[in-house]
């Protein structure tokens, strides 16, 4: 009798390190990762948050590892990196989930105007800004976080995968790689920089068997993205949520569940020959002008 085929998205055993995994979007695939019977390390400068998630994993059974390591810190790096090799080996899939936006990066203002700037080098008294106002640690902040935040890892887990010639690195830009958003500037400039780091790692990493791709989620209703699309006082969205829903196809936020699909086909063998590649994952945002 023929043997039955294999599943090509078999998560079984396979072991990823997923770093803020502590998150609103990682921490969900850490969960359902697990769920699926995969060996998930959480990485997380928040601990305490990301053991909540590793509890919720044991409890129904599981297998899930944290470490505390910021992904600035290449120290800290290492000795998650030696832990996980310790405890289970040297991890198929690296997904680079730490990153996110900070005020600092962004403006208050969709567009600068004469009108709007002042003489001296502080354009604005009454609180708004433009990208004339912005603060070079607030580039750098957003960069570092989210770029080098992404290289670090790639670095010292993809180090140790070349050694044994094969693994899967995940990075997670954003749909606003593609298009710029207004207002999150340096977020989206940063975000752009990881796409671009994932096709040439892509490209340099292949001979050693590591595949590099990168999701481009839209617009998910997380922490992150309520202050922005929630009014505080009345609750209802905001001008710039009913822009985004007209520009969104379908109409609605995704839920972070709706990562997995990509998460698995991207880390498993089901996408053996995909390398380089941006994904959105956006309810047609990204797909839509006018
Ligand atoms: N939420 C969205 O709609 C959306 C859309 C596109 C892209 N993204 C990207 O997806 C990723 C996850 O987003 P999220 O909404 O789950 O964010 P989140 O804020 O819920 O999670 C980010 C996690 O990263 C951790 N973190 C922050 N700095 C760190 C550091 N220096 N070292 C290690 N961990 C650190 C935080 O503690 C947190 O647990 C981010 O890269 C974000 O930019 C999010």
Partial sequence: ?????????????????????????????????????????????????????????????????????????????????????????????????????????????????????????????????????????????????????TVLPSRILGRRMAVRGSGVILNMSSMSAITPLTKVGAYSAAKGAVANITKWLAVHLAPAGIRVNALAPGFFMTEQLRFLHIDRTTGEPTARAKAVMSHTPMARYGEPEELVGAVIWLTTDASSFVTGVLLPIDGGFSAYTI
């Fill in 1 to 149: 009798m023929k043997e039955a085929p294999g599943n090509l998205f078999d998560v079984t055993g396979r072991i990823y390190a997923i770093t803020g995994a502590a998150g609103a979007l990682c921490g969900t695939m850490a969960v359902e990762l697990a769920a699926r019977s995969a060996r998930v390390a959480l990485l997380d400068i928040d601990l305490e948050a990301a053991e909540r998630r590793a509890q919720l994993i044991r409890d129904a059974g599981g297998e899930a590892l944290t470490l505390r390591c910021n992904v600035l810190d290449e120290g800290e790096i290492e000795a998650a990196a030696d832990e996980i090799e310790r405890r289970w080996g040297v991890p198929h899939v690296l997904i680079n989930g730490a990153g996110g936006n900070h005020p600092s990066g962004s403006t208050t203002e969709v567009a600068a105007s004469a009108a709007l700037l002042g003489t001296g080098p502080e354009s604005q008294t009454d609180g708004r800004t433009t990208f004339f106002d912005l603060p070079v640690e607030g580039f750098e902040r957003v960069f570092d976080l989210n770029f080098l935040g």
